[in-house]
């Protein structure tokens, strides 16, 4: 049974942050998690780049293991809002690329829970291509068959009272719906998020696996420490600065 986790946030990303999610999905493929993201340029692409490179890496290096069209397909899921998206192409089912439009009636209950989840849903029905975005980050949260959540969801976006600002804000509300822990590395959301991951390992119930060597695999006090200490450094030098 897969276990999943979505990366999401703002398409403007400062370096160090778009490295913090880079190196937190590596470490969440490394734990055997299924990531899952957008296709967006910014926090999507961290995702994207994490994910690809890895596991080409690895297959290169471990040509004895799975190929990395296997590898890549158990890691990494990229749901688009359409078949072409910044220069994804979800050209055929075997792709990781997903286009979220040819799901049928799925796509149509997707644009129904985005609605839902917006804070102006009349001014989202006018721009169909909004639309199209936010139905995106409802399967970014639940998946192809919209029923299967998301374990966690880490994220850089500015935060707005308890929720997020901008187009993350539909993923990060969906998720609260489903009780999905919520992690913000956005500096502002800090002392929230920290209590959060504290308490990540209970909720988030990994159960204990087998992984290749081959891949430096930290076990989950070890993959929180990494977190909460790369956020302490951010943290501090932002106050520095």
Same mark, same amino acid.
């Given at each position: 049974?897969? %276990?999943?986790?979505?990366?999401?946030?703002?398409?403007?990303?400062?370096?160090?942050?778009?490295?913090?999610?880079? *190196?937190?999905?590596?470490?969440?493929?490394?734990?055997?998690?299924?990531?899952?993201?957008?296709?967006?340029?910014?926090s999507d692409n961290a995702c994207d780049m994490a994910a690809v490179r890895m596991c080409s890496k690895h297959a290169?290096?471990?040509?004895?293991?799975?190929?990395?069209?296997?590898?890549?397909?158990?890691?990494?899921?990229?749901?688009?809002?359409?078949?072409?998206? @910044?220069?994804? *192409?979800?050209?055929?089912?075997?792709?990781?690329?997903?286009?979220?439009?040819?799901?049928?009636?799925?796509?149509?209950?997707?644009?129904?829970?985005?609605?839902?989840?917006?804070?102006?849903?009349?001014?989202?029905?006018?721009?169909?291509?909004?639309?199209?975005?936010?139905? *995106?980050?409802?399967?970014?949260?639940?998946?192809?068959?919209?029923?299967?959540?998301?374990?966690?969801?880490?994220?850089?976006?500015?935060?707005?009272?308890?929720?997020?600002?901008?187009?993350?804000?539909?993923?990060?509300?969906?998720?609260?719906?489903? @009780?999905?822990?919520?992690? @913000?590395?956005?500096?502002?959301?800090?002392?929230?998020?920290?209590?959060?991951?504290?308490?990540?390992?209970?909720?988030? @119930?990994?159960?204990?696996?087998?992984?290749?060597?081959? %891949?430096?695999?930290?076990?989950?006090?070890?993959?929180?420490?990494?977190?909460?200490?790369?956020?302490?450094?951010?943290?501090? *030098?932002?106050?520095?600065?």
């Amino acid at each position: 049974m897969n %276990i999943y986790a979505t990366i999401v946030g703002s398409r403007d990303i400062p370096a160090d942050y778009f490295r913090q999610l880079y *190196r937190i999905t590596q470490l969440l493929i490394a734990l055997r998690f299924t990531v899952r993201s957008g296709g967006a340029t910014g926090s999507d692409n961290a995702c994207d780049m994490a994910a690809v490179r890895m596991c080409s890496k690895h297959a290169h290096y471990h040509p004895e293991g799975p190929s990395f069209h296997d590898l890549l397909h158990r890691s990494y899921e990229c749901y688009l809002p359409g078949p072409r998206f @910044n220069g994804h *192409r979800a050209d055929d089912d075997d792709s990781i690329y997903i286009d979220v439009q040819a799901q049928g009636a799925l796509y149509e209950k997707a644009e129904a829970m985005a609605l839902e989840m917006h804070p102006n849903p009349a001014a989202l029905r006018a721009k169909p291509s909004f639309l199209q975005l936010h139905a *995106r980050n409802m399967f970014q949260v639940l998946g192809r068959d919209l029923e299967t959540p998301s374990s966690v969801l880490v994220c850089y976006a500015p935060p707005q009272g308890q929720s997020v600002k901008g187009g993350t804000r539909s993923a990060f509300e969906l998720a609260k719906r489903f @009780n999905v822990p919520r992690i @913000n590395i956005h500096p502002d959301a800090w002392d929230a998020d920290r209590k959060k991951l504290i308490k990540l390992e209970e909720e988030l @119930n990994v159960p204990k696996i087998n992984v290749q060597p081959a %891949i430096w695999v930290p076990n989950r006090d070890q993959l929180l420490d990494l977190i909460l200490d790369r956020m302490e450094v951010l943290k501090s *030098r932002a106050i520095a600065e």
